[in-house]
């Protein structure tokens, strides 16, 4: 496995990924020795040379539009609202969390020369991001269901008692994406697979896809709950057009488990509705109005006020903050409309090269395109390493050809079912 350097590299991620699960925090108050080590490994798994060449754009290269949109995003990122922060007189911690946040966002560009040919590492890769939303979950649902237990240690180990979740780990991409790729993979396994592996894989990752919708239940992720839901009904009316006979059992499946759920499903719609009556759309609007007259002259407008920059949101109360719930209206503030321009060339190529991969595997698309959805205009989730991660999925399957789409499917089912026999 590990033949050459870009397989320590690969290697390196994973460990970040881990490391990052396990100690991390998707946007942490400070840094301490977890994000310390994270960072170490991300840098590892990027190397001199990967990043040389990140931030040296080569006329007629072969790569894709994203990547040289993302390669001037870049340049931009690293040299004007830098500038900008230093003018203003923005304070280096502010700086480095905004910095940071931005470096995670370009991660496919950073690692796609690494990682787009080592095809072994793509599922590896995946499932660490996968296994990163299930741990992310059990760490906020696992106090109460030990308490639930009777058991009393709970506390005195350092777990969060109080039913919400501090350090906002359901909010991360990888939860969403966790829970859809796993429902999804078990849609496939005993849609093509109807003997006693499949069948149990299938409900193998059923339950464990339970975890992480447990995590957005309990703290009422409405956007997350609600286009997960969505992107069952997809996968569900592209399944019945495309080979209507294999999705009875699918269907079967996806009735128990409603079954299983039943009992504290009004409970969680009575929270949603609670909640929706209560924030409405988190005054979004007024919080881009906020940004906009945050803005002075034609220069900051065009530019931005730099890294660290803050804003008095009305989203929070009125607080200043260094961030908005919107990638767009944060980049404006901090880059300015040229920011925001390069960042939708740069996005949105990500963005267009998964749809191209929809005919091929629309169940790792859908998985991926939701939490893209959320982290472009509604959390400020964007600001973890997850986002990054996710985008890096995006780049390696969105440049995969229609021909290598089986084997990632049958590499996935095999390794599925290895692990349960």
């Not at 108050?29 to 040379?49: S, T």
């Amino acid at each position: 496995m590990f033949s050459t350097y870009r397989d320590v590299q690969c290697a390196a991620l994973c460990a970040a990924i881990l490391v990052y699960a396990l100690c991390g925090e998707p946007t942490p108050p400070a840094f301490g020795l977890p994000e310390m080590l994270v960072g170490l490994l991300l840098c590892v798994a990027v190397g001199f040379r990967s990043f040389a060449r990140a931030v040296t754009p080569v006329r007629g290269d072969a790569h894709p539009f994203w990547f040289r949109a993302g390669q001037i995003f870049l340049l931009y990122g690293l040299s004007v609202p830098l500038v900008g922060a230093v003018m203003a007189g923005a304070t280096p911690g502010n700086i480095l969390r905004d910095i940071v946040p931005f470096l995670f966002m370009l991660l496919p560009v950073f690692m796609i020369d690494t990682v787009r040919d080592r095809v072994r590492w793509h599922f590896i890769i995946t499932a660490c991001v996968v296994v990163l939303g299930v741990v992310f979950s059990a760490r906020v649902i696992a106090p109460l269901v030990l308490a639930s237990s009777g058991f009393d240690g709970a506390a005195q180990l350092g777990m969060n008692m109080s039913a919400q979740d501090p350090h906002r780990l359901a909010n991360a991409p990888s939860v969403l994406f966790a829970a859809m790729a796993m429902l999804g993979a078990a849609g496939v396994l005993i849609s093509r697979r109807m003997n006693a592996n499949g069948l149990l894989s299938a409900v193998f990752l059923s339950a464990l896809a339970l975890i992480p919708v447990a995590a957005m239940a309990l703290v009422l992720q409405r956007a997350s709950l609600g286009l997960l839901a969505a992107g069952v009904v997809f996968w569900v009316g592209v399944g019945i057009v495309k080979k209507p006979r294999r999705m009875a059992i699918p269907l079967l499946g996806l009735a128990v488990l409603c079954v299983a759920v039943w009992g504290p499903l009004p409970d969680v719609v009575a929270g949603l509705s609670h909640k929706n009556a209560m924030v409405g759309a988190n005054m979004r609007w007024q919080e881009a109005a906020a940004v906009r007259d945050a803005l002075h002259g034609i220069g900051a407008v065009l530019f931005g006020n730099g890294w660290g920059a803050t804003v008095q949101s009305p989203a929070v109360g009125d607080a200043i903050v260094t961030f908005t719930h919107s990638l767009g209206t944060t980049l404006w503030l901090k880059s300015g409309l040229v920011g925001v321009g390069l960042g939708v060339a740069y996005f949105g190529g990500l963005a267009l090269a998964l749809i191209r991969f929809l005919p091929i595997h629309p169940i790792l698309v859908v998985a991926l395109g939701a939490p893209m959805v959320i982290d472009y205009l509604l959390y400020a989730s964007f600001k973890s390493l997850d986002f990054g991660l996710i985008l890096l999925l995006v780049a390696l399957y969105g440049a995969r050809s229609a021909h290598a789409a089986p084997v990632w499917t049958a590499r996935q089912s095999c390794c599925i079912q290895n692990h349960t026999q």
